[in-house]
């Protein structure tokens, strides 16, 4: 009996000597993982980072418009602002064949069954309509442009001064009910086009 007790208790040693070595090795494939990416991008790894989290918080800033935020800003100026920030990888995908099956059921639901086409689809619809319609010159050339960025730029500081005045001063749009959340959002979008243009004129 003891010597079995012995065995099972060596085994589950093993066992955890090499899980945390296997963590052990994964900890340091991450590192390397990081460190490698940021000297392969430098700067620009840090801009698509950015421009990752800008496109995130617009499309969540949209969402909450859509559900329970319900602002009398202009939103509908995120769709334009998604469409300029949006990465390369996720453009090419909803601007391909899959966008084209989105807007087309789009398209079909909102023209011959308007009753069940929601209002919070309008938004997400009109982008997608945007992203597959929209001429080479600002699908290609706009887009990669610093004038897309400028744009962005525009959008941000439109939607934080609007919120600003809205919850009736900076301090206060923290208070506000999901006031955190949107203003941070607003924040983040801010913070992708001045950086991406401090780094253009460098």
Same mark, same amino acid.
């Given at each position: 009996?003891?010597?079995?007790d @012995?065995?099972?208790?060596k085994?589950d040693?093993?066992t955890?000597e090499?899980?945390?070595s296997?963590?052990n090795?994964?900890?340091?494939?991450?590192?390397?993982?990081?460190?490698?990416?940021?000297?392969?991008?430098?700067?620009?790894?840090?801009?698509?980072?950015l421009?990752w989290?800008?496109?995130?918080?617009a499309?969540?800033?949209?969402?909450?418009?859509?559900?329970?935020?319900?602002?009398?800003?202009?939103?509908?100026?995120?769709?334009? @602002?998604?469409?300029?920030?949006?990465p390369?990888?996720?453009?090419?995908?909803?601007?391909g064949?899959?966008?084209?099956w989105i807007?087309?059921?789009?398209?079909?639901?909102r023209?011959?069954?308007p009753?069940?086409?929601?209002?919070w689809?309008?938004?997400?619809?009109?982008l997608?309509?945007?992203?597959?319609?929209?001429?080479?010159?600002?699908?290609?050339t706009?887009r990669?442009s610093?004038?897309?960025?400028?744009v962005c730029?525009?959008?941000?500081?439109?939607?934080?001064?609007?919120?600003?005045?809205?919850?009736?001063g900076?301090?206060?749009?923290?208070?506000?009910p999901?006031?955190?959340?949107n203003t941070?959002?607003?924040?983040?979008?801010?913070?992708?086009?001045?950086?991406?243009?401090v780094l @253009?004129?460098?």
């Open positions: 009996m003891g010597r079995m @012995y065995l099972a208790m085994t040693q093993d955890a090499l899980i945390n296997d963590i090795e994964l900890k340091i494939a991450a590192k390397n993982l990081i460190n490698h990416a940021a000297k392969l991008g430098g700067l620009g790894f840090g801009t698509s980072f421009k989290v800008a496109s995130f918080a499309i969540y800033l949209l969402i909450l418009d859509r559900t329970n935020w319900r602002t009398n800003m202009l939103t509908s100026l995120l769709v334009p @602002y998604i469409f300029f920030s949006l390369s990888p996720l453009f090419n995908f909803f601007s064949e899959v966008g084209k807007a087309f059921i789009a398209v079909v639901l023209l011959f069954f009753r069940h086409f929601p209002d689809l309008e938004m997400p619809a009109s997608i309509l945007l992203l597959v319609v929209s001429p080479r010159f600002f699908s290609h706009l990669d610093w004038a897309g960025i400028v730029l525009i959008i941000g500081c439109y939607l934080l001064q609007e919120h600003i005045r809205a919850s009736d900076f301090r206060n749009s923290f208070t506000r999901h006031g955190i959340s941070v959002g607003i924040i983040l979008l801010l913070v992708y086009p001045v950086w991406a243009l @253009y004129w460098i």
